[in-house]
């Protein structure tokens, strides 16, 4: 167990619905990622935040959105959803968000869409 | 932009074969490389890592990874695999674009060790 835990496990949903993502990092850890994992484009890192504040972006379309919370849980929103969302999304967390740090990833949430 | 190389999407072995999974990179400046691993129904988690000094990195589990800058390469290794080993392997290296940093991953090499 890593420490991280993402809600729900699994979600399915239909094209065109809205679906949010929730991460809680590790105690302790002030940053957050996420990540999508797809068969065909392997794993591909999406938002940091840091503290509140988004830090770096990565290859997120603008259909998909974030925050992170005072209280540093982190949410992933996908909206207009299509059938090549479909994937697993990652959420990871580490203590102060340079990649010195060691990421500590949560379990994921397996998300269809029909 | 930054791209990570795993010349072999599926690897099978015996117990007590030696392991080598292939990682390559494209940026030439000063990187940092990972190797996670990600055992069946686990997370994601770090096997080891790379920043600088001593290229010839020990992680856990008796896995080790080399660093060779001349060939762009963060070759991970073990000299004799056990059926535990069977798991996904993922090479990852950071970028630096426009004054922040991501993680570049691979697309992964599962490993089967039959017993």
């Known amino acids: 167990d890593s420490g991280v835990t993402q809600t729900p496990k699994h979600l399915i949903t239909a094209t065109g619905q809205r679906v949010t993502l929730r991460c809680s990092p590790r105690?302790?850890?002030?940053?957050v990622y996420w990540y999508q994992q797809s068969l065909d484009q392997g794993l591909q890192f999406l938002i940091q935040?840091?503290?509140?504040?988004?830090?770096a972006k990565g290859n997120i379309l603008e259909r998909f959105s974030a925050q992170q919370f005072p209280d540093l849980h982190s949410e992933l929103n996908l909206s207009s959803l299509e059938l090549g969302d479909s994937a697993l999304y990652f959420c990871?967390?580490?203590?102060?968000?340079?990649?010195?740090?060691?990421?500590?990833f949560g379990p994921g949430t397996r998300l269809t869409v029909l | 932009a930054q791209s990570v190389s795993q010349h072999n999407h599926h690897v099978i072995l015996s117990e007590a074969a030696s392991l080598e999974l292939g990682c390559n990179y494209s940026?030439?400046?000063?990187?940092?490389l990972f190797w996670y691993v990600q055992y069946p129904g686990q997370h994601l988690q770090l096997l080891l890592k790379?920043?600088?000094?001593?290229?010839l990195v020990k992680g856990i589990k008796g896995f080790e990874a080399e660093f060779i800058k001349s060939k762009f390469s963060f070759n991970l290794r073990k000299p004799s695999v056990q059926w535990s080993d069977t798991a996904e392997y993922f090479c990852?290296?950071?970028?630096?674009?426009?004054?922040?940093?991501?993680?570049?991953f691979g697309k992964g090499t599962k490993l089967t060790v039959n017993p």
């Open positions: 990871a967390s580490s203590v102060e968000g340079h990649y010195t740090d060691t990421q500590y």
């Open positions: 105690s302790g850890d002030l940053s």
């Open positions: 935040y840091y503290n509140g504040e988004e830090r």
């Open positions: 940026y030439g400046g000063t990187v940092n």
């Open positions: 790379y920043f600088s000094g001593d290229p």
């Open positions: 990852a290296v950071n970028e630096i674009q426009g004054g922040s940093e991501k993680l570049v």
